[in-house]
C-alpha cells in the first residue's frame, strides 16, 4: 500500500453526530478528518441550524457550516416520527462505535436517545453527552453560548485593555474547546473499550471547559493572588510580557528567562538595563512595569517592527508582531505548514486539521454534505441488514 493510501487512525469507526452550531459539529468535524465515517443527524428540511447563518457561502453551504461539518455524511430523521427513530435506534445498535450530541437538555430522555438506552442496546457503545453547564447543579437543563460562557467564568470580564469594558475573546474557544474535550474523552473511552469490551459515557461541557481554561487564575488565586483583571497585552508574571511600541505598530515580547533578558538588552544595545537595580531582576522589572516599558519603548520607536523581529529572532529572544489574520495568512510561515487546503473540487480553501499522523495531515476529502444526501444509501443499507 503507497503512503498516499495508508488509512487514518480511526478509519473504520463508524460515528453518529446530533447536535448542532458549533461545539458537537467541531468534535465531528475533527474525528472525521482522523478517519471516522462521521453521520449527522439532522431534522428535516431545515437541518442544523448553522446552515442558515449568514450570506457567505463556500462549497454551496454556508461558511460556518462548511467549516465546522466537511468531511461528514447527512441523514435526516424526524424524532417524532416512530419508523424513522426506530432505524436510527436500530443503526445505533447494530453499526455505531460512537454517539456524542449536544441536543437541547432533555431531547435525548425524551425520544429515549440518551446514552443509558441506548447503550443498554449496544454495550460496546461509546457515548458523550456536551452540555452547556454540565449534568449536575441548578443551571443543568440551562441553555447555552459561547459569548454567555465566556460571560459566566469571567473570561470576558478579565479580557480587553484595563480601562475599557469587558471584550468578548475573538474566536469562539469554548465551543472548539469543549469540543476538543469530547474528542479527547471519547478517544480515551476508545481505548479503554479496547481493553475491557466494554462502552463508556463521557460527559463534557462548556462550563467545565471554561473553567479548566481558567485553572491558572483560580491556583493564583488560592495562592493569595487575586482575581483576573483586564491588562489588555499585558501577560502575568514576567515582564517583559506583553506590547511594545515599535516604529510602525506593536511588538509583543515574552522573556522568561534572565539569559533572554540579556540577548534583549544587547540587541537594544541597553547593556545598561542589566545593571539598574529596578530592572535587572524580573521581580524588579514587575515591580517597576511602567518604568520599564517607557524606557524600553522609547528604544523600540527606532524601528519597524519587522526589524526589531529579525533581530531578535537571531540572538533567540521570544517576540512577534502585532498582526491581522490577513496578515498571517499571507505570512511565508503559514505558508510553509500547509495547513491551508484545497476542496476536492478546488473551488476554496479551509484550513485543515493542525495535526499529522506519520508526516502527513489527513487530507481534505469530503465537502460538507448536502441535507439528507446519505439517507437513501444508510436507510437502504438498513433494510438489507
Known sequence: ???????????????????????????????????????????????????????????????????????KR????????????????????????????????GVGDKFSLDGATLMADNPRLI?????????????KDAPGYDP??????????????????????????????????????????????????????????????????????????????GWPERMGLQGPLLVPNGGFEAGDGTLVMTVGTPAQFARLCRVLEREDLLDDPRFATNDGRVANRPAFNDTVNETLRGKTRAEWNALLNAADVPNS????????????????TGIMQKSPDGSFSLIGPPIRFDGKRPPFSRNAPELGEANQEVFAFMKDG
Open 148 to 225: 454567555l460562557i465566556q460571560a459566566f467564568t469571567g473570561i470576558s470580564d478579565a479580557t480587553g485593555d484595563p480601562d475599557g469594558d469587558a471584550v468578548r475573546v475573538g474566536v469562539p474557544l469554548i465551543d472548539i474547546g469543549t469540543g476538543m474535550w469530547a474528542v479527547i474523552g471519547i478517544l480515551t473511552a476508545l481505548h479503554q473499550r479496547a481493553v475491557t469490551g466494554q462502552g463508556c459515557l463521557v460527559d463534557a461541557a462548556m462550563l467545565e471547559t471554561a473553567l479548566a481554561w481558567q485553572g491558572f487564575n483560580v491556583a493564583n488565586h488560592e495562592g493569595s493572588g
Open 74 to 105: 447527512s441523514l435526516t430523521v424526524d424524532f417524532a416520527n416512530t419508523d424513522e427513530l426506530a432505524q436510527l435506534r436500530r443503526l445505533v445498535s447494530e453499526k455505531v462505535d460512537v454517539v456524542f450530541q449536544n441536543l437541547r437538555p
Open 1 to 71: 500500500m503507497s503512503a498516499a493510501a495508508k488509512p487514518l487512525p480511526l478509519d473504520g469507526l463508524t460515528i453518529l453526530e446530533m447536535g448542532s452550531s458549533l461545539a458537537g459539529p467541531f468534535a465531528g468535524k475533527t474525528l472525521a478528518e482522523f478517519g471516522a465515517t462521521v453521520i449527522k443527524v439532522e431534522p428535516p428540511e431545515v437541518g442544523d441550524a448553522s446552515r442558515g447563518w449568514g450570506a457567505g457561502r463556500l462549497g454551496g453551504s454556508a461558511v460556518m457550516f462548511q467549516a465546522f461539518n466537511k468531511g
Open 127 to 139: 457515548y458523550c453527552n456536551m452540555g452547556a453547564y454540565g449534568p449536575q447543579g441548578p443551571l
Open 321 to 336: 508582531p502585532l498582526m491581522n489574520l490577513g496578515e498571517t495568512m499571507d505570512h511565508p510561515q503559514t505558508a510553509a
